[in-house]
């Protein structure tokens, strides 16, 4: 197949739209195979490309890949990993105080702060790290 990531790795590729239950249809990045009974199995976790929203304290979502945040007073985020490759945007929408993201496993930074609606964050999730490429977060 043209433009496959995997080939010669003996992992297949497969790049197809997913209807939701919700009636929109989104594209998908994921590992999949099939079942002996033709079934697609996610064997990873999936990353669509639409957006999460997170309203006060909690754990940013990786499964999209921009995260909306609205603070409500002094917030304590968290980032699990996520899968090799993966892309994330954070972005503050609403300030109502100081936003502190802590990443499981950060690479050169402890904590993310959003302070202001517009501070935001691009990271990239690579050799068992979020890698902070960019943004106006406050980095600590």
Not at 6 to 27: H, T
Not at 59 to 77: F, M, N, Q, R
Not at 117 to 126: K, Y
């Amino acid at each position: 197949m043209a433009g496959n990531p995997f080939a010669g790795s003996g992992r297949r590729y497969f790049r197809s739209k997913v209807k939701a239950e919700l009636g929109a249809d989104f594209p998908i990045t994921g590992d999949m195979t099939t079942d002996t009974a033709g079934n697609v199995v996610v064997t990873v976790p999936v990353v669509t490309s639409s957006t999460s929203s997170l309203s006060g304290a909690g754990a940013v979502p990786i499964t999209h890949s921009i995260c909306e945040v609205t603070t409500t007073g002094a917030d304590a985020l968290t980032l699990a990993d996520g899968v090799e490759g993966q892309n994330l945007v954070v972005t503050m929408i609403v300030d109502g105080g100081a936003g502190t993201l802590t990443p499981a496993n950060p690479a050169g930074f402890a904590t993310l702060t959003f302070d202001d609606v517009g501070d935001s964050a691009q990271l990239l999730f690579t050799n068992g790290t979020w890698v902070l490429l960019g943004g106006l977060a406050t980095v600590a």
